[in-house]
Protein backbone atom coordinates (compact mmCIF):
# COMPACT_ATOMS: atom_id res chain seq x y z
CA UNK A 1 0.00 0.00 0.00
CA UNK A 2 3.35 2.37 0.26
CA UNK A 3 3.12 5.08 -2.17
CA UNK A 4 6.21 6.98 -3.55
CA UNK A 5 6.15 10.09 -6.11
CA UNK A 6 8.73 11.82 -7.49
CA UNK A 7 8.87 15.53 -8.84
CA UNK A 8 12.58 16.53 -10.61
CA UNK A 9 14.66 19.26 -11.99
CA UNK A 10 17.67 19.74 -12.82
CA UNK A 11 19.45 20.78 -9.56
CA UNK A 12 16.20 19.61 -7.32
CA UNK A 13 14.06 16.54 -6.61
CA UNK A 14 11.91 15.90 -3.82
CA UNK A 15 9.80 12.62 -2.89
CA UNK A 16 6.93 11.94 -1.34
CA UNK A 17 6.10 8.70 0.63
CA UNK A 18 2.94 7.77 1.95
CA UNK A 19 -0.09 6.05 1.94
CA UNK A 20 -3.52 6.16 0.59
CA UNK A 21 -6.27 7.21 3.06
CA UNK A 22 -8.94 4.75 2.77
CA UNK A 23 -11.53 6.07 4.98
CA UNK A 24 -12.00 8.88 2.01
CA UNK A 25 -12.38 6.79 -0.57
CA UNK A 26 -9.00 7.10 -1.96
CA UNK A 27 -7.51 5.19 -4.61
CA UNK A 28 -4.53 2.96 -4.14
CA UNK A 29 -2.03 5.87 -6.37
CA UNK A 30 -3.20 8.92 -4.32
CA UNK A 31 -0.76 9.81 -1.10
CA UNK A 32 -3.82 11.33 1.38
CA UNK A 33 -1.57 10.27 4.61
CA UNK A 34 1.93 11.76 4.61
CA UNK A 35 4.81 9.20 5.87
CA UNK A 36 7.62 11.08 5.06
CA UNK A 37 9.29 13.61 2.62
CA UNK A 38 13.13 14.00 0.71
CA UNK A 39 14.29 17.31 -0.82
CA UNK A 40 17.78 17.22 -2.99
CA UNK A 41 19.31 19.80 -3.81
CA UNK A 42 22.54 20.17 -5.80
CA UNK A 43 25.20 20.67 -4.04
CA UNK A 44 23.36 21.03 -0.80
CA UNK A 45 22.53 18.44 2.16
CA UNK A 46 19.31 16.31 1.68
CA UNK A 47 16.37 17.56 4.01
CA UNK A 48 13.40 15.56 5.19
CA UNK A 49 10.90 16.19 7.75
CA UNK A 50 7.64 15.96 8.61
CA UNK A 51 4.26 17.12 7.33
CA UNK A 52 4.21 20.74 8.76
CA UNK A 53 7.51 21.36 7.31
CA UNK A 54 6.64 20.77 3.89
CA UNK A 55 3.46 22.51 4.55
CA UNK A 56 5.68 25.55 5.66
CA UNK A 57 8.24 25.55 2.72
CA UNK A 58 5.32 25.55 0.55
CA UNK A 59 3.49 28.24 2.00
CA UNK A 60 6.73 30.70 2.30
CA UNK A 61 8.44 29.53 -1.65
CA UNK A 62 5.96 30.28 -3.58
CA UNK A 63 4.31 33.77 -2.37
CA UNK A 64 8.52 34.84 -2.19
CA UNK A 65 8.39 34.19 -5.99
CA UNK A 66 5.53 35.61 -6.94
CA UNK A 67 6.99 38.41 -5.28
CA UNK A 68 10.26 38.20 -6.66
CA UNK A 69 8.85 38.16 -10.39
CA UNK A 70 6.94 41.25 -9.64
CA UNK A 71 9.76 42.93 -8.90
CA UNK A 72 9.05 43.37 -4.89
CA UNK A 73 11.46 40.75 -3.35
CA UNK A 74 10.91 40.53 0.73
CA UNK A 75 11.31 38.14 3.47
CA UNK A 76 8.61 35.48 3.93
CA UNK A 77 8.11 33.25 6.94
CA UNK A 78 7.74 34.90 10.67
CA UNK A 79 9.86 34.71 13.39
CA UNK A 80 8.88 31.04 15.13
CA UNK A 81 8.10 29.65 11.32
CA UNK A 82 10.34 26.39 10.74
CA UNK A 83 10.86 27.64 7.26
CA UNK A 84 11.83 31.20 6.06
CA UNK A 85 13.24 33.03 3.30
CA UNK A 86 14.58 35.96 2.21
CA UNK A 87 16.74 37.95 -0.58
CA UNK A 88 20.49 38.55 0.11
CA UNK A 89 22.48 40.48 -1.73
CA UNK A 90 26.41 40.23 -1.64
CA UNK A 91 29.06 42.50 -2.63
CA UNK A 92 29.97 41.86 -6.26
CA UNK A 93 27.49 39.14 -6.86
CA UNK A 94 24.26 39.04 -7.99
CA UNK A 95 21.23 38.28 -5.20
CA UNK A 96 20.81 35.66 -3.74
CA UNK A 97 17.76 33.70 -1.75
CA UNK A 98 18.48 32.21 1.85
CA UNK A 99 16.68 29.56 3.24
CA UNK A 100 16.65 28.87 6.92
CA UNK A 101 15.10 25.74 8.02
CA UNK A 102 14.27 25.53 12.18
CA UNK A 103 14.25 21.74 13.63
CA UNK A 104 11.64 21.04 16.07
CA UNK A 105 14.70 19.56 18.25
CA UNK A 106 15.74 21.29 20.98
CA UNK A 107 19.10 23.11 21.03
CA UNK A 108 19.35 21.95 17.05
CA UNK A 109 21.09 25.24 15.10
CA UNK A 110 18.74 26.05 11.95
CA UNK A 111 20.01 24.91 8.69
CA UNK A 112 20.40 27.52 6.33
CA UNK A 113 20.96 27.43 2.09
CA UNK A 114 21.78 29.62 -0.60
CA UNK A 115 20.51 29.55 -4.12
CA UNK A 116 20.81 31.28 -7.36
CA UNK A 117 17.94 32.35 -9.48
CA UNK A 118 18.54 28.94 -11.62
CA UNK A 119 18.25 26.84 -8.15
CA UNK A 120 15.32 28.32 -6.66
CA UNK A 121 13.49 28.15 -10.36
CA UNK A 122 14.30 24.39 -10.09
CA UNK A 123 12.76 24.23 -6.64
CA UNK A 124 9.77 26.10 -7.30
CA UNK A 125 8.73 23.93 -10.15
CA UNK A 126 8.89 21.02 -8.25
CA UNK A 127 6.50 22.45 -5.56
CA UNK A 128 4.50 23.18 -8.02
CA UNK A 129 4.48 19.85 -9.42
CA UNK A 130 3.72 18.87 -6.11
CA UNK A 131 1.29 21.36 -5.44
CA UNK A 132 -1.08 20.43 -8.88
CA UNK A 133 -1.05 16.50 -8.84
CA UNK A 134 -4.36 15.14 -8.01
CA UNK A 135 -2.55 12.35 -6.69
CA UNK A 136 -1.56 14.12 -3.69
CA UNK A 137 -4.28 14.34 -1.53
CA UNK A 138 -2.76 16.31 1.59
CA UNK A 139 -4.83 19.05 1.92
CA UNK A 140 -2.31 21.97 2.63
CA UNK A 141 -3.24 25.37 3.60
CA UNK A 142 -1.66 27.49 1.04
CA UNK A 143 -2.18 31.23 0.43
CA UNK A 144 -4.79 32.23 -2.63
CA UNK A 145 -2.97 33.24 -5.69
CA UNK A 146 -3.55 36.56 -5.95
CA UNK A 147 -2.34 39.87 -7.77
CA UNK A 148 -0.35 42.01 -5.25
CA UNK A 149 -2.04 45.28 -4.22
CA UNK A 150 -1.30 47.93 -6.12
CA UNK A 151 -0.04 50.16 -2.50
CA UNK A 152 2.39 46.89 -2.35
CA UNK A 153 4.09 47.69 -5.54
CA UNK A 154 4.28 51.23 -5.42
CA UNK A 155 5.89 51.23 -1.88
CA UNK A 156 9.43 49.62 -3.28
CA UNK A 157 9.81 52.30 -5.92
CA UNK A 158 11.66 55.28 -4.90
CA UNK A 159 9.70 58.35 -4.53
CA UNK A 160 11.77 60.33 -7.40
CA UNK A 161 11.20 57.85 -9.68
CA UNK A 162 7.38 57.56 -8.94
CA UNK A 163 6.95 61.47 -8.87
CA UNK A 164 9.29 61.66 -12.50
CA UNK A 165 6.35 60.93 -14.72
CA UNK A 166 3.65 63.24 -13.34
CA UNK A 167 6.64 66.68 -12.91
CA UNK A 168 7.87 65.67 -16.39
CA UNK A 169 3.77 66.41 -17.63
CA UNK A 170 3.31 68.97 -15.69
CA UNK A 171 6.72 70.76 -16.96
CA UNK A 172 5.82 70.08 -20.80
CA UNK A 173 2.14 71.43 -19.97
CA UNK A 174 3.77 74.35 -18.70
CA UNK A 175 6.16 74.83 -21.29
CA UNK A 176 3.47 74.50 -23.95
CA UNK A 177 1.67 76.69 -22.27
CA UNK A 178 3.61 79.47 -22.16
CA UNK A 179 4.97 79.22 -25.61
CA UNK A 180 1.21 79.44 -26.72
CA UNK A 181 1.30 82.52 -25.06
CA UNK A 182 3.98 84.44 -27.13
CA UNK A 183 2.74 83.23 -30.66
CA UNK A 184 -0.10 86.36 -31.46
CA UNK A 185 -3.35 85.92 -32.49
CA UNK A 186 -3.83 86.63 -36.18
CA UNK A 187 -7.05 89.27 -36.07
CA UNK A 188 -10.18 88.84 -38.14
CA UNK A 189 -10.20 91.49 -41.65
CA UNK A 190 -12.67 94.56 -40.74
CA UNK A 191 -15.34 95.10 -43.44
CA UNK A 192 -15.32 98.75 -44.96
CA UNK A 193 -17.56 101.12 -43.35
CA UNK A 194 -20.17 103.32 -45.28
CA UNK A 195 -20.48 106.94 -44.46
CA UNK A 196 -24.06 108.17 -43.77
CA UNK A 197 -23.33 111.40 -45.76
CA UNK A 198 -22.41 109.58 -48.67
CA UNK A 199 -25.37 109.67 -51.02
CA UNK A 200 -25.71 107.60 -54.24
CA UNK A 201 -24.94 109.71 -57.73
CA UNK A 202 -27.78 110.51 -59.90
CA UNK A 203 -27.48 108.40 -62.93
CA UNK A 204 -27.60 110.59 -66.06
CA UNK A 205 -30.43 111.46 -68.37
CA UNK A 206 -30.01 110.55 -71.98
CA UNK A 207 -30.15 113.62 -73.99
CA UNK A 208 -33.22 114.96 -75.39
CA UNK A 209 -33.74 115.17 -79.83
CA UNK A 210 -35.32 117.52 -81.85
CA UNK A 211 -38.22 116.02 -83.24
Not at 84 to 91: G, L, R, S
Amino acid sequence: MKVSLRFEQTSCRLRLDGLPDLSAGQGPEVIGILSGWQLALAGHTELEGKREHLEALLQVVLPYTRHLVSGVPRRFGAEGNPVQIEPVAENGSPTRHRLRLFSSQPDTPPLELRFDDAELSDLVRCLDQLRLDPRVQLGFSLPPERPLPRREILERIPLRQRLFSPVAAATALAITASIGLMVPVPRRPTAPSISPSATPAAPLSPPLRNP
